[in-house]
């Protein structure tokens, strides 16, 4: 048999209601094997004594239920983005706060490149905290002569293209009629292009390709770092191509002793028949190991709210922009439903806007009349906007969901002033009607559209603070405990393993966030600042290394 390692803390906060403190966990095999005091868990027999984090506290490792490997590869490229945000290295990358700024930001990038035809690429714009003006062409014509230009929107549901890269895509001519691609006064496309259906056939000149997303080795080890400096270990990479080779190469690295984070790969919908779809993620599902796990798929309805492009309800934008996108068609959706709950592949939808989560529950309403399925934990992503009403036919409907409350602090001003005015934005990721009508939920980064830190997104949903420091939506802030909950054991019944992490427990994975403080005593205002140790992820440390 195995030998045991007792792990001694300042407090283990378990997430256990029967044993909600501790100051030793026994671990054998990777699995917690008794939680209490020494005197408790030495009834097991002989012990190494672990005491390196006797002056720390312990949660269990947080579970980040909706993120991106991209959150690893895209600092490869320009960070273009408003606010300053760490690097996966814990290095802070400065915000852009002017356009001329993110001029001057793609500059030095292109010196940088030592192909002199090499595009420049970069990530995280967001013209919206520039004021009314949107990007165009012109303005990123000014980086480069000689090099194609593009620029991922901060939501990544757009991309701004210079003249030379929409000129070298066979675009930059008149008489298109697309509704993604908008025109400028001389009948030209602006340079901006929305929705997958425009952006995505110029993606590949900016190496923003299969490969790139999916399976840059570089990329998916900074993904690891971050992960584990953010006190994380278990997270997901919602909406991955998983091709063969792709497949390979995140087994390969996720099977590395230190690896340091267990991975959720969510297979993406898009481009796919849906019976496709369902064989796919059946046939990966055989290829789950304890630190990847596969076989759950992702739809994406619609666009972002702060990029316009999201789906909304009567009366739609505060500003008077248009509607935004649809991304998929209901009989799409409801086939996948079906197909879902006939073979058991949970399903996870991206809905931001209300009406993409109307229409989203008519197809699961639909699907679930002819095959209806227990426990099938269906999730609904992001979903900013719902009303009590839609948070009621959630329950009704068995629906999980995933609040983007990060967007609380980034866009809160901009959602309030712009995108859906003061009274909507106040009800904007919904955690108290979520806990009041009883749907399991979760709160998420989507890193790298915000930066991966769960106690920060907690911090969130406690505080509602927008950057500028107002209070939005006073009625729906929670208390710490339910949001570290939600940061816990709500993502790991979001992923369906809920059983096996998200708190500490006899027989759950020895996963454990290590914190220099104990975020139950600190003041709910200073929660995001409690300093991360690192983590234990199946009874093994990994330290968050100090910036280089
Ligand atoms: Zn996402």
């Not at 990777?30 to 027999?45: C, P």
Request: charged share 20%; glycine share 10%; proline share 6%.
């Amino acid at each position: 048999m195995s030998r045991i390692t007792v792990h001694r803390a300042r407090r283990v906060h378990t997430l256990d209601p029967n044993r909600p403190e501790a100051t030793c966990v026994a671990v054998r095999d990777g699995r917690v094997l008794a939680v209490g005091t020494l005197d408790d868990v030495s009834g097991w027999g002989p012990h190494d004594l672990d005491e390196r984090h006797a002056d720390r506290v312990l949660l269990p490792g947080l579970v980040e239920g909706h993120s991106h490997l991209m959150a690893g590869t895209m600092w490869q490229h320009a960070y273009c983005g408003w606010y300053d945000v760490p690097d996966p290295d814990g290095r802070i990358a400065g915000g852009a706060r002017s356009l001329d700024a993110v001029v001057g930001t793609l500059r030095a990038h292109a010196q940088r490149l030592s192909d002199p035809a090499a595009s420049v690429t970069g990530w995280g714009l967001d013209p919206i905290h520039f004021g009314t003006r949107g990007v165009t062409r012109a303005d990123l014509d000014a980086v480069s002569d000689s090099r194609p230009v593009g620029v991922l929107h901060g939501s990544g549901h757009i991309l701004y293209a210079s003249s030379l890269a929409l000129q070298q895509a066979g675009l930059l001519h008149t008489g298109i009629d697309h509704p993604g691609i908008p025109l400028g006064a001389d009948g030209l496309p602006s340079g901006e292009l929305r929705g997958p259906d425009a952006m995505m056939p110029l993606l590949p000149a900016f190496g923003i390709d299969r490969a790139f997303l999916g399976g840059n080795e570089r990329g998916i080890r900074a993904f690891g770092r971050l992960a584990a400096r953010a006190g994380v270990t278990t997270a997901t990479d919602l909406g991955a191509t998983l091709a063969d080779d792709e497949l390979a190469l995140v087994q390969r690295l996720t099977g590395e002793d230190d690896y340091p984070v267990r991975l959720v790969s969510v297979l993406r919908t898009l481009g796919l028949r849906p019976a496709d779809a369902i064989d796919k993620a059946v046939a990966l599902r055989a290829h789950s190991t304890e630190r990847l796990r596969l076989g759950a798929i992702k739809i994406v309805s619609d666009g972002s709210i702060q990029g316009f492009s999201a789906r909304l309800r009567w009366p739609g934008y505060y500003n008077g922009a248009p509607n935004g996108l649809w991304y998929v068609a209901p009989e799409t959706v409801t086939a996948l439903f079906r197909g879902g709950l006939q073979r058991g592949v949970q399903v996870h939808v991206h809905t931001n806007g209300d009406e993409a989560v109307e229409m989203v529950m008519q197809c699961l309403h639909d699907a679930l009349l002819a095959c209806p399925a227990p426990d099938h934990r269906f999730t609904l992503q992001h979903c900013q906007l719902a009303d009590a009403a839609q948070f009621r036919r959630m329950r009704a409907l068995g629906l999980c969901v995933n609040l983007f409350v990060n967007h609380l602090y980034y866009w809160g001003e901009a959602h309030r002033s712009r995108t859906v005015g003061p009274d909507r934005a106040e009800r904007m990721n919904a955690c108290r009607t979520a806990l009041d009508c009883g749907v399991p939920f979760s709160i998420h980064s989507d890193a790298p559209i915000t930066p991966m830190r769960p106690l920060f997104t907690a911090w969130c949903a406690v505080n509602r603070l927008t950057a500028a420091g107002r209070v939005l939506g006073a009625h729906q802030r929670i208390g710490v405990a339910d949001a570290l909950h939600a940061v816990t054991l709500g993502a790991a019944r979001t992923l369906k393993l809920d059983h096996e992490i998200g708190s500490i427990e006899c027989g759950k994975r020895a996963d454990f966030c290590v914190l220099d403080d104990d975020p139950f005593l600190v003041a709910p205002e200073r929660l995001k600042d409690v300093p991360v140790w690192g983590t234990v992820l199946g009874g093994r440390s990994f330290q968050a290394l100090p910036a280089a």
